[in-house]
Each structure stands twice: as C-alpha cells, then as structure tokens.
C-alpha cells in the first residue's frame, strides 16, 4: 500500500510551523517570506511540486525541519530532490550551489521566486544600508549564475524548470 503524498495545504501547514517564531532579516515573521515565494512559484506557472518545494525551500537550510524528516517525508521524490537543490551547505562556494539547482528539474524556478522576493525592494529598504548593498549584490551575482536577467530565463532552462506535477 502507499502511503498518500502530503496535499499543498498539508506542506503549507508543515513549513508555517516549521518556521513558527522566525523572523526574516527585516524583523517580519518568516512564514510570509515562504508564502511570497509560493505565490511567485504558482504566479511564475509552476507546478503544485515546485509550489510544495517553494514552501519547505529554506526548512532544511535553516534547521526548520531534518534532512531525515525530508527524506521520510510523504512527498513526491522531485519535491525532495528540488528542496535539496536549493538548500546551500555550509562553506559552498556558489558556482557549485548555482550549478546544482541548474542540474535539478524544477528547482530553478523556485530559486528564481526566492531570489526576487529576497531582493524586493520594499523588503531591502528596512536594512540597515551595509547589509542591504551586500544582499543586492549576492542575489545579482546568484541571478547572473544561474543565467537569469532581467527577462525570461533561456528557454531551454524555462521548460526543464516546470516539470510535472503527476
């Protein structure tokens, strides 16, 4: 028998809890970073898999939730593999951290959503202005890694970015 896979409202539920208490750079708590990245994802026409993974992106960066509760998670292998692909190690350069999201279907888009909502301008303004000049300029050259500009993504990069969500 199989074990039923978690629903969207089930992931949203688990990453909300997961970051309870958190707060972003700016002081707002950590769930409406989470939301505005989910929302990007499904804005952006990604797939309910790149929508759950936009949710739990951070949870095991940021010691949210285990690598054993992800790998034992009732959640579609893409999920996992996504979430990995976006969850930076600690001293990883980034060439490395870049290539691995680009080698991972679905993952780019939901780094592409996480980097916009990150470098918003509304949400930089409230930095004090050394560490907002330093993100700026860490999420411009992340941006230029994974061959994102101020257009599309390569076409290329765009189809393999949306897989299904069978």
Not at 104 to 109: D, H, Q, S, V, W
Not at 123 to 149: I, S
Not at 153 to 160: D, E, F, L, S, Y
Request: net charge neutral; glycine share 6%; charged share 25%.
């Amino acid at each position: 028998m199989t074990t039923p896979q978690l629903t969207l409202a089930e992931v949203e539920a688990i990453a909300r809890e997961a970051h309870a208490g958190q707060t972003d750079k700016a002081g707002r708590p950590y769930a409406e970073h989470l939301a505005a990245v989910a929302e990007g994802v499904r804005k952006r026409g990604g797939s309910d898999q790149q929508i759950a993974a936009a949710w739990l992106h951070d949870a095991v960066e940021d010691d949210a939730l285990s690598r054993r509760w992800l790998d034992g998670a009732a959640l579609p292998q893409p999920v996992k593999d996504m979430v990995l692909a976006v969850t930076k190690k600690d001293g990883e350069d980034l060439s490395s951290y870049t290539a691995r999201i680009l080698a991972t279907p679905g993952a780019l888009l939901v780094k592409e959503s996480d980097l916009a909502q990150n470098a918003d301008p509304a949400r930089l303004a409230v930095l004090e202005p050394a560490t907002r000049t330093r993100l700026t300029a860490k999420y411009a050259q992340v941006r230029r890694l994974l061959g994102l500009t101020d257009g599309e993504p390569p076409t290329a990069r765009r189809v393999q970015a949306n897989p299904s969500s069978h």
